[in-house]
T-cell receptor
Framework: AQSVTQPDIHITVSEGASLELRCNYSYGATPYLFWYVQSPGQGLQLLLKYFSGDTLVQGIKGFEAEFKRSQSSFNLRKPSVHWSDAAEYFC??????????FGTGTQLKVEL | NAGVTQTPKFRVLKTGQSMTLLCAQD?????MYWYRQDPGMGLRLIHYSVGEGTTAKGEVPDGYNVSRLKKQNFLLGLESAAPSQTSVYFC???????????FGPGTRLTVT
């Protein structure tokens, strides 16, 4: 069965600093991978997705993520964080079937 | 397009009461999902549907029932609410099982 681990529950960064949120997955083959963002009181919005091909994917709001098969990772990055990026971020994996498996989320706080 | 909408946004129930949450999507998606979100647990799949007239159990189906009588609507019912069902409920839809899921804004349910 597929699973997703987001090792960091909370992360605090200063505005303008770079950001990396970690995501590790467990699945026998190459899964489809997603990053979603959830602002307070809102639903989830897709930031980016990886299905195949180029392992560096670009998303909305200046985010990117890199798929590393050897490390079973799909880390989310942003070169310069804005105060409006404060939110909760979820990594998700689809390995076939009808189920998308979500990680437990990383809460990002941005210090001004 | 409204995307995915959920009704109501907030609800307070007493233990033993029943209620129905309504999800509607206008994207002609085949797949629809109900999740619950609890602190530190990410999103957990309650039930899902792969098309009009079909439903299937997810990870945490106990205490919930669903119906998909029309393609655009997916109803989640609680027959006898319990305090353990206090949560935020999200509906989502997708074109296929591995494609991006679009989320509604959520329903915050409190059972006292």
């Amino acid at each position: 069965a597929q699973s997703v681990t987001q090792p960091d529950i909370h992360i605090t960064v200063s505005e303008g600093a770079s950001l990396e949120l970690r995501c590790n997955y467990s699945y026998g083959a190459t899964p489809y991978l997603f990053w979603y963002v959830q602002s307070p009181g809102q639903g989830l919005q897709l930031l980016l997705k990886y299905f195949s091909g180029d392992t560096l994917v670009q998303g909305i709001k200046g985010f990117e993520a890199e798929f590393k098969r050897s490390q079973s990772s799909f880390n989310l990055r942003k070169p310069s964080v804005h105060w409006s990026d404060a939110a909760e971020y979820f990594c998700a994996v689809w390995g076939g079937g009808n189920k998308l498996t979500f990680g437990t989320g990383t809460q990002l706080k941005v210090e001004l | 397009n409204a995307g995915v909408t959920q009704t109501p946004k907030f609800r307070v129930l007493k233990t033993g009461q029943s209620m129905t949450l309504l999800c509607a999507q206008d994207m002609n998606h085949e797949y629809m999902y109900w999740y619950r979100q609890d602190p530190g647990m990410g999103l957990r799949l309650i039930h899902y549907s792969v098309g009009e007239g079909t439903t299937a159990k997810g990870e945490v189906p106990d205490g919930y029932n669903v119906s998909r009588l029309k393609k655009q609507n997916f109803l989640l019912g609680l027959e006898s609410a319990a305090p353990s069902q206090t949560s935020v409920y999200f509906c989502a839809s997708s074109y296929s099982s591995g494609s991006e899921q679009y989320f509604g804004p959520g329903t915050r349910l409190t059972v006292t």
